[in-house]
C-alpha cells in the first residue's frame, strides 16, 4: 500500500472503531475499550513490519498464489516438520508460488488444528516460531485466526470453570432450556455441552463439536484478547490472516446466530485496528455459505475483508467437469462482481476441508446437487451431513480429494485422460480474476486417502494425507507417474500465468456464453494493453470455436501460452480452433491496436 493510501487509513480508523466499539458494548464499556486499544496499538506499533516501496492499494499481482498445507504436509523422520516444508517448498515452489496458507501450527486438541488451546505458542511437534520465520523469509504467510471457539482443554476455558472473574464471561453459555430452532448449524452435532464448573453444572455453546467452545464476543474483553492476538500475528511475519468459521462469531437467541450486524462490526473492528497498526495486511474470510451471504464479507469493498473465499467455485467446476457442460459455471461467473479495487476473490477448489454444497444452493437445481453427492459417493469419498431450521439432516460437504471428485478411481480409461480432466479444473481456477490458493494435494495429484478416513471416522481425512519427502520427491522424478504428470504441467501454468499481466487481480474479466461444453473468458491486464482469451473444454468431446474478428485488432495473432510448439492463429479473419478433449488453450493476442472489448466466441 502506497504513503498515501496508509495515510489515510491512519485518519480513518481512529475515528471508526469509538464508533464500532459503542454500536457493540455501548458507550460506558466502549470508553474503557477505546483506551485498551490504543494502548495494545502503541505497544504493538514499533514492533510490527511495515511494507517497504510502493503497492497498489490491494497489494497483490499475477505473480501472487498461495499453497494451502498443513505444517507437516511432508515430514522426514528426525526432522522438525516445518523445516522439511519449507525446504521442499523452497527446492520445488519457490518459481511458482508465492506464499502458505500455513493451517493451523497452534498446540491443539481436536479438528486438526481447529480446537485451539494456545493462540500465542507453536505446537511443538511441528516445530518453533523461529521455524515459522524461518519459512516466512521465502514465501509470504497466511495464519489462521480461530476466534470463533477455543478448546475445551485450554487454560483459558479451565480459568472459565474455576470462575476465575477475568474469564467468568470469557465463553458463550446458556441459562434454561431457550427456543434455538432459529440456530443454523454447520454440523449435525448438539448445540449446547453441559459441563462442571466451579459454580455447578452450565451448558456451554458448541457450534463444532464439545470439544471447541465458542468465544463470548458480547464481552470486550474477549474481542482485545482476539485483537492482541491478531497484532501477535503480524509481528510474527503474517502477511495475511484468514478469519475461521467468522459467520458464526456472534451469539443473540432468536435469531439464526450466523450472518449477524455485530459479526459484521467486529470485523470492521479487525480491520480498522490492522489499517492503523499495519495496513499492508490482508483479511480474509472463511464463510462456507451461498454466494450471496458470502460476499457480504467484503463490506462496502473498505471497511471489511479484503479476500473471500469463493466457495462457489469448487462445486461448480466439478458439476461442469461431470457433466461436461459448463453452462451453470459461465452464467455464475458472468455475475461476479466486486465493491471496489481493494478486494479480490480467493479463488480455490479444494483445501483442508471439503467441497460444500451450501454455497452452490440456489446456483445449482437441487436434483444437479443430489448428483454430485451421488458422484462423489462412487468416486470413493464421503458426505457431512448439518441439521436445517426443521431439525432433518441435509448434505453440507462432499469429503474427497479434488482429482477424484472429477475422476472415478475405479473407471476403465487412461490416466492420461484423468489428468487433463483435472487440470482442466485447476486451469480456470488459475485463469479467473483473484488470488489463486491451491491446496498440497491438488498440486501434487493425490488420490483419496479412505483409510485414514474410515480408521479415525473422520471423513476428512480423505484429503490430509501426510507424505514421506523422500518417496514423494521420487515419485516426482516417475516420468509417467499421476504425480510427476499433475505437478510439471501444473507448474508450467502457475509459471506462465505469473508472467502475464493480463491475470493481475486489478485486471479486466470478461466472461463470454459460447459453446456450453467450453468455459470461455478473456482477462486484460489492468493498463489494457495484454489480452489472454483463455478457453477450457470442460468434455471429452472436441470441441470447434471461433474467435469473431470484429473484437480484435484486424493484425492480431494470438499466441498459445501453454501448449507446446508454435500456435499462432490470425484473426484477420474468422479462424476456426479446435479443442481436444479436455483441452486448455491461453491466447495471447500481440500486436493489435489495443481493442479492450470482449472477444465473442460463436460455434463453429
Same mark, same amino acid.
Given at each position: 500500500?502506497?504513503?498515501?493510501?496508509?495515510?489515510?487509513?491512519?485518519?480513518?480508523?481512529?475515528?471508526?472503531?469509538?464508533?464500532?466499539?459503542?454500536?457493540?458494548?455501548?458507550?460506558?464499556?466502549?470508553?474503557?475499550?477505546?483506551?485498551?486499544?490504543?494502548?495494545?496499538?502503541?505497544?504493538?506499533?514499533?514492533?510490527?513490519p511495515q511494507p517497504s516501496g510502493s503497492q497498489r492499494r490491494l497489494g497483490l499481482t499475477q505473480r501472487d498464489a498461495l499453497l494451502i498445507a498443513y505444517g507437516d504436509a511432508v515430514r522426514e523422520e528426525g526432522r522438525a516438520p516445518l523445516r522439511t516444508l519449507t525446504e521442499f517448498c523452497e527446492s520445488h515452489l519457490r518459481q511458482v508460488i508465492s506464499g502458505i496458507h500455513l493451517l493451523p501450527h497452534?498446540?491443539?486438541?481436536?479438528?486438526?488444528?481447529?480446537?485451539?488451546?494456545?493462540?500465542?505458542?507453536?505446537?511443538?511437534?511441528?516445530?518453533?516460531?523461529?521455524?515459522?520465520?524461518?519459512? =516466512?523469509?521465502?514465501?509470504?504467510?497466511?495464519?489462521?485466526?480461530? /476466534?470463533?471457539?477455543?478448546?475445551?482443554?485450554?487454560?483459558?476455558?479451565?480459568?472459565?470453570?474455576?470462575?476465575?472473574?477475568?474469564?467468568?464471561?470469557?465463553?458463550?453459555?446458556?441459562? =434454561?432450556?431457550?427456543?434455538?430452532?432459529?440456530?443454523?448449524?454447520?454440523?449435525?452435532?448438539?448445540?449446547?455441552?453441559?459441563?462442571?464448573?466451579?459454580?455447578?453444572?452450565?451448558?456451554?455453546?458448541?457450534? /463444532?463439536?464439545?470439544?471447541?467452545?465458542?468465544?463470548?464476543?458480547?464481552?470486550?474483553?474477549?474481542?482485545?484478547?482476539?485483537?492482541?492476538?491478531?497484532?501477535?500475528?503480524?509481528?510474527?511475519?503474517?502477511? /495475511?490472516?484468514?478469519?475461521?468459521?467468522?459467520?458464526?462469531?456472534?451469539k443473540h437467541i432468536g435469531t439464526p446466530c450466523i450472518h449477524l450486524p455485530q459479526t459484521h462490526q467486529v470485523i470492521q473492528v479487525m480491520r480498522a485496528v490492522l489499517d492503523e497498526a499495519a495496513p499492508h495486511i490482508l483479511l480474509i474470510t472463511e464463510t462456507n455459505v451461498p454466494h450471496t451471504d458470502n460476499i457480504s464479507y467484503f463490506g462496502d469493498g473498505a471497511n471489511e475483508a479484503q479476500l473471500v473465499y469463493n466457495f462457489a467455485l469448487p462445486p461448480l467446476v466439478m458439476h461442469a467437469l461431470l457433466r461436461g457442460d459448463a453452462t451453470h459455471l459461465t452464467r455464475w461467473a458472468q455475475s461476479l462482481a466486486l465493491p471496489s479495487d481493494r478486494v479480490a476473490f480467493f479463488n480455490?477448489?479444494?483445501?483442508?476441508?471439503?467441497? =460444500?454444497?451450501?454455497?452452490?444452493?440456489?446456483?445449482?437445481?437441487?436434483?444437479?446437487?443430489?448428483?454430485?453427492?451421488?458422484?462423489?459417493?462412487?468416486?470413493?469419498?464421503?458426505?457431512?451431513?448439518?441439521?436445517?431450521?426443521?431439525?432433518?439432516?441435509?448434505?453440507?460437504?462432499?469429503?474427497?480429494?479434488?482429482?477424484?471428485?472429477?475422476?472415478?478411481?475405479?473407471?476403465?480409461?487412461?490416466?492420461?485422460?484423468?489428468?487433463?480432466?483435472?487440470?482442466?479444473?485447476?486451469?480456470?481456477?488459475?485463469?479467473?480474476?483473484?488470488?489463486? =490458493?491451491?491446496?498440497?494435494?491438488?498440486?501434487?495429484?493425490?488420490?483419496?486417502?479412505?483409510e485414514a478416513a474410515l480408521s479415525t471416522g473422520i471423513s476428512r481425512r480423505i484429503n490430509r494425507q501426510k507424505l514421506i519427502r523422500a518417496r514423494l520427491e521420487a515419485e516426482l522424478m516417475e516420468e509417467h507417474s499421476v504425480r510427476a504428470c499433475v505437478f510439471s504441467r501444473y507448474h508450467d501454468c502457475l509459471r506462465v500465468r505469473r508472467n502475464q499481466a493480463a491475470f493481475h487481480p486489478n485486471g479486466g474479466e470478461s466472461v463470454l456464453a459460447c459453446d456450453p461444453r467450453v468455459f470461455a473468458l478473456l482477462r486484460t491486464s489492468p493498463d489494457g494493453r495484454e489480452r489472454v482469451l483463455c478457453l477450457h473444454n470442460v468434455s471429452r468431446e472436441a470441441v470447434a470455436v471461433s474467435v469473431a474478428v470484429a473484437e480484435f485488432s484486424s493484425d492480431d495473432t494470438l499466441t498459445d501460452l501453454l501448449n507446446e510448439g508454435p500456435r499462432r492463429i490470425s484473426v484477420a479473419g474468422t479462424q476456426p480452433l479446435t479443442l481436444r478433449p479436455y483441452e486448455v488453450t491461453w491466447l495471447k493476442a500481440h500486436h493489435g491496436r489495443g481493442a479492450t472489448t470482449a472477444a465473442l466466441l460463436q460455434e463453429v
Open positions: 500500500m502506497n504513503s498515501t493510501a496508509q495515510n489515510q487509513g491512519s485518519a480513518i480508523a481512529p475515528e471508526r472503531i469509538p464508533a464500532l466499539l459503542e454500536s457493540l458494548y455501548g458507550a460506558q464499556a466502549a470508553r474503557r475499550a477505546v483506551q485498551e486499544v490504543r494502548q495494545l496499538l502503541d505497544d504493538f506499533r514499533p514492533r510490527l497452534f498446540p491443539y486438541t481436536s479438528d486438526d488444528g481447529f480446537s485451539v488451546t494456545d493462540y500465542f505458542a507453536v505446537n511443538p511437534a511441528l516445530g518453533s516460531w523461529e521455524d515459522v520465520t524461518g519459512l =516466512g523469509r521465502s514465501f509470504d504467510l497466511m495464519f489462521d485466526a480461530v /476466534f470463533n471457539h477455543m478448546s475445551a482443554q485450554s487454560e483459558w476455558f479451565l480459568r472459565f470453570l474455576r470462575d476465575e472473574p477475568e474469564y467468568r464471561n470469557f465463553f458463550v453459555t446458556v441459562e =434454561g432450556h431457550p427456543d434455538l430452532s432459529q440456530v443454523v448449524r454447520p454440523r449435525a452435532l448438539p448445540l449446547l455441552t453441559e459441563i462442571q464448573s466451579a459454580t455447578g453444572p452450565r451448558q456451554v455453546w458448541t457450534t /463444532f463439536s464439545a470439544d471447541q467452545v465458542d468465544l463470548n464476543f458480547k464481552n470486550p474483553g474477549v474481542l482485545l484478547a482476539m485483537l492482541r492476538a491478531l497484532l501477535f500475528y503480524v509481528e510474527r511475519g503474517a502477511r /495475511f490472516i484468514r478469519l475461521d468459521a467468522i459467520a458464526y462469531l456472534w480455490f477448489l479444494a483445501s483442508h476441508d471439503g467441497i =460444500g454444497l451450501n454455497p452452490a444452493r440456489g446456483l445449482l437445481p437441487e436434483s444437479e446437487i443430489d448428483f454430485l453427492v451421488e458422484r462423489c459417493q462412487a468416486h470413493g469419498g464421503f458426505i457431512s451431513y448439518k441439521h436445517t431450521a426443521a431439525g432433518s439432516k441435509i448434505p453440507y460437504e462432499m469429503n474427497i480429494v479434488y482429482f477424484d471428485a472429477v475422476n472415478n478411481p475405479s473407471a476403465a480409461e487412461p490416466l492420461q485422460t484423468q489428468v487433463d480432466r483435472f487440470l482442466v479444473s485447476q486451469a480456470i481456477l488459475l485463469a479467473l480474476r483473484g488470488l489463486p =490458493g491451491m491446496y498440497f494435494h491438488s498440486l501434487f495429484g493425490s488420490r483419496n486417502d479412505r
